[in-house]
């Protein structure tokens, strides 16, 4: 007989309802820490629930105690409702494989302590995107098992809300969005910007690594390679008449039920276009033409001719315009666009050298009440176009806006760290829960690492190696937030490829949202609202891990 993976789940959570309640919870998950492990001469915090004082670190072939140290605490923290101790042997920087043993409390599970510690799970996070493809036929190997997908959504889309009335024209391509199939430009749009920025500064380390990936892009690194098929996609999102509108989103009218990609038949659709949409659009274009032109100089001038034709487009409408969405829903992703405008100013001016787009963005960068933000997304990409500009290696910047957005820079970086280090799992969001709120976490590592390169103080990186342990483990559910990766990882993703599939496992690599309180993640398929999957985390975890191994 044949078992779905909710049917599972509702067998376990019965089977552990009905044993003690001290069987249920095991010394592994009452000690708290990155699961992947430690780099070695990088810090190494644990977070332990039950009263101790002595810990050892052992050798974990042969049971010798290699350090050992006194426990802190406690220290209670209201919005988990826990005590903690916290434990620290950062000092130790021997490589190999360990555990921890806390008297009166227990062993922990194994770990490493090791300069790759944290490559497979960078590998593995960043094909994730080759396994969303839309458009073509995928297949990966993770821990032995096979995920795969036939081909998909080759007749994207149609135009019968743009004016084309049972037509339709290519659409194919890119990936989808989340947990569902629906393609949408705005998150497109931060989900580019965090991993072009990823590319840029820590290129040296990620070209040299292979992803196993189809070659779709001949002479491209692997990682330029993946981001390509997202920009060929995004390219066919602009309306072809020269007018530079670009598509909010192409989907069907409503989501697909838990289906393979390649069973999903309904028809999709172009979408009205927005002035937020084209904005990012503008942005990564503009990105994509100076980071692709080593590679290919034909398609660098295709994306920077579709960059400043979409830019005109913005000039003539000056004021917010939202697309029309009426009859579709799927996500809208619905945001104002001064911070879109703002980025895509920066992007293109740091492709073209243009003093027009230079005084557009300092005039936007100049009233923007908000400078540097610690919590961003894509309703506010606003970094994105800051961190262009601080970063930029053109001459005559304005000295005095520069000055006030390196002064934001490290206030903001400053106040991630002190929020961090206030919190018991160093959580550097602090309590703030929402959907989607991992994903913000993981994305906070590009504003310690932006101060780190400006200043080289280490407790930004230590802060950004903080939220890799946080994601791995150090959390209030003692487990991993990735699929297929670390100790414990969420086994039932609202993703319909890991719904449908008949693999029991779900497709590795994905970071979940994280819930709306301390307490209240569930890996549960259905609770999309806390467990879903979604590219714009996804590239924050990438990031964060980019950052990691270089």
Not at 184 to 206: D, H, I, K, P, R
Not at 310 to 315: D, F, N, T
Not at 375 to 395: A, C, E, H, Q
Not at 513 to 539: F, K, L, P, S, V
């Amino acid at each position: 007989m044949i078992y779905n993976k909710a049917k599972i789940h509702f067998m376990l959570l019965f089977i552990l309802s009905i044993l003690p309640a001290r069987v249920c919870v095991g010394s592994d998950s009452i000690i708290r820490f990155n699961s992947l492990g430690f780099l070695p001469d990088m810090p190494k915090r644990v977070s332990i629930i039950s009263e101790c004082e002595v810990f050892h670190v052992k050798d974990a072939v042969t049971d010798v105690t290699v350090y050992s140290g006194t426990v802190r605490g406690p220290v209670h923290q209201e919005d988990v409702g826990q005590d903690i101790w916290q434990a620290d042997f950062s000092d130790f920087m021997e490589t190999g494989e360990y555990y921890l043993e806390f008297e009166r409390v227990g062993k922990s599970i194994k770990f490493r302590i090791a300069d790759d510690v944290y490559n497979q799970a960078y590998y593995t996070a960043m094909r994730g995107f080759y396994l969303w493809r839309c458009g073509t036929a995928v297949e990966g190997k993770h821990n032995g098992e096979i995920f795969s997908h036939k081909l998909c959504h080759l007749t994207d889309g149609r135009l019968d809300y743009i004016g084309g009335v049972g037509t339709r024209r290519d659409g194919a391509g890119g990936w989808h969005d989340a947990g569902d199939y629906g393609k949408y430009t705005v998150n497109a749009g931060v989900t580019m910007g965090v991993l072009f920025l990823a590319w840029e500064q820590y290129q040296s380390v990620l070209k040299g690594i292979s992803l196993d990936i189809p070659d779709t892009a001949k002479g491209y690194p692997d990682y330029l390679k993946e981001l390509k098929w997202e920009t060929d996609w995004l390219l066919k999102m602009q309306y072809p008449d020269g007018s530079g509108r670009v598509s909010h989103k192409l989907t069907r009218l409503g989501f697909s039920g838990f289906v393979m990609p390649e069973e999903d038949k309904e028809k999709r659709y172009f979408t009205d276009w927005s002035t937020a949409a084209t904005a990012d659009f503008v942005a990564v274009m503009a990105t994509a033409a100076r980071i692709f032109k080593p590679y290919d100089e034909e398609y660098s001038k295709i994306c920077l001719k579709a960059a400043i034709e979409s830019y005109a487009c913005l000039k003539m409408y000056p004021e917010n315009r939202p697309a029309n969405l009426k009859g579709f829903s799927t996500g809208g992703y619905g945001t104002r666009d001064n911070d879109d405008r703002l980025w895509a100013a920066a992007a293109i001016w740091e492709t073209t050298g243009s003093s027009e787009y230079q005084s557009d963005f300092e005039d936007a960068a100049r009233q923007s009440r908000r400078k540097i933000e610690a919590v961003w997304d894509w309703g506010n990409v606003g970094n994105l176009g800051m961190i262009t500009y601080l970063f930029s290696k053109r001459p005559d910047r304005d000295p005095e806006l520069l000055e006030v957005l390196h002064r934001s820079l490290i206030y903001t970086a400053d106040l991630i760290v002190e929020t961090a280090e206030k919190d018991v799992y160093n959580r550097p969001l602090g309590g703030r829960y929402y959907w989607g709120c991992n994903g913000t976490v993981a994305r906070q590592t590009v504003i310690l690492m932006a101060a780190y390169q400006f200043e080289q103080d280490i407790k930004y990186k230590n802060a950004s190696l903080a939220v890799v342990d946080h994601l791995f483990g150090r959390n209030y559910y003692g487990r991993s937030f990735v699929t297929g990766i670390g100790h414990n990882p969420p086994m039932n993703p609202h993703d319909r490829r890991s719904g449908a599939d008949s693999i029991i496992n779900p497709w590795p690599g994905y970071l979940t949202g994280g819930g709306h309180t301390a307490t209240d993640w569930q890996d549960i398929q259905d609770d999309y609202r806390t467990n879903e999957i979604a590219i714009n985390w996804q590239a924050a975890l990438v990031y964060s891990l980019a950052a990691a191994i270089s």
